[in-house]
C-alpha cells in the first residue's frame, strides 16, 4: 500500500502562482564594454531618456560606450504586497560584452495584462568576467547576463485567489481517482451541508467555504493542506532508449508469457588491397576492396512468468541470462504490444 501523502504536495491553489514579469532597460557605467554604434536602440533609448530630464540630444551624434540596452524580467510571487523587494535578472540585448560593474535605470516591469507591477534599479552583479588585450581573450562564465539580489520594488499586488466563498484545488497530476479522493477527504473533515468539496473534473476540485470559515480563509486552507490521503498512481515504465535506462515500480504486473530471446549479429568487414603492375608494364596501381560477411545467431534463452509476477521479476529474471539493458527495452516492448504488460509504456 502506498503512503499516506499531504493534501499539499498534491493541490495547489487556483490563482496562487507565480507571474513573470518582463522590462526594458538601460545599464549605465561599463569600462567600454557597453553597445557600439550598430546597436542603434540603445543610443535612441538613452537620448530619450535624456529629453525627459531636459537634455536634448540627436541618437546619431551619440556615441557612448559605456551604455547597454538589455532586458530585465522577474518572478512576481503568489500573495506579494507593495513594497517587497524580488530579484531581477538583466541580460544584454545588443552587442555588449561585458556588464560587469554596470548599474541598471530605473526600469517597469510589466505583466502579461501589461500593467506595471514593480520596478528595478540597481548594481548589476555578473558572477564573471571578460577581458581583451592584443588580439587575445579571456572569459569566465556569462558577462552578458547577470542579477540584481532584491532589485525590484513590488508597486502592485498580484490578484487574489480569495474572492467570493468559493476556493478551486488543483491537482497537480490529473486523476480522476485522487480529485474524489480529495473531495471525500475534505467533506470527511469538515462535515457540513450540503458537502463543501466537489470535484469539478481530473484536475479541479472545488471546495465551499464552511460557516465557521467564512472569514478566515487562511486557516481552512491551512487545514487542508494538512490532511492526508492514499493518491491513486497510473501504472507506468519509463525506459530511456538513449541511456538504457528503466524506471518502473513494483507493482507493475505481467501476464503469464513464456519470452525467447536470442540476438543476431551481422558483421560486414571490408579491407583494401592495392593491385601493384609488375615494373614497365604500363598497367595501373589500383586498390581493390575486398568484402567478408559474417553472420552470428545466438541460441534462444527462455524466461517464464508465473501467473501475478511483475516487472521487477522479469527485468530479473531477463539480467540472469545476461540480457543488456537495451534487450529489456525491446522485450518490454514486445509485451506491451501483445498485451501482456498491464502498464502504460513510455519511452523518452
Known sequence: MPAPVR??????????????????????GLNG????RQTVFSAQSLANMLERMGVSVTPSAMLVRNTAAVMVTATLPPFAQPGARVDVTVAAIGDAT????????????????????AVAQGS????????ARGGNSQSVNHPTAGRIPAGAIIERAPPSPFGGGTLR?????????????????INRRFPDEPAPARAENAAVVSVRLPGAYASRPVEFVAEIESLTL?????????????????????????????????????????????????????GQTKVIPKTEVDAKEEKARSVQLSPGASVEDLVRGLTGIGSTPRDIIAVLQALRAAGALDAELEVI
Do not use: W
Open 230 to 282: 492514499d493518491a491513486d498512481r497510473r501504472l507506468k515504465v519509463v525506459v530511456n532508449e538513449r541511456t538504457g535506462s528503466i524506471v518502473m515500480g513494483k507493482d507493475v504486473r505481467i501476464a503469464p508469457v513464456s519470452i525467447l530471446h536470442g540476438a543476431l549479429t551481422v558483421e560486414i568487414l571490408t579491407e583494401l588491397r592495392v593491385s601493384q603492375p609488375a615494373p614497365l608494364a604500363g
Open 33 to 36: 564594454t557597453g553597445d557600439k
Open 169 to 185: 484545488l488543483q491537482l497537480s497530476r490529473a486523476d480522476f481517482t485522487t480529485a474524489a479522493r480529495v473531495a471525500e477527504c
Open 98 to 117: 561585458n556588464l560587469q560593474g554596470g548599474l541598471l535605470l530605473i526600469c517597469p516591469l510589466k505583466g502579461a495584462d501589461g500593467q506595471v507591477y
Open 124 to 131: 548589476v552583479v555578473t558572477g564573471g568576467f571578460a577581458a
Open 7 to 28: 493534501m499539499k504536495e498534491l493541490v495547489a491553489l487556483e490563482g496562487a502562482r507565480d507571474n513573470p514579469l518582463i522590462g526594458y532597460g538601460l545599464v549605465v
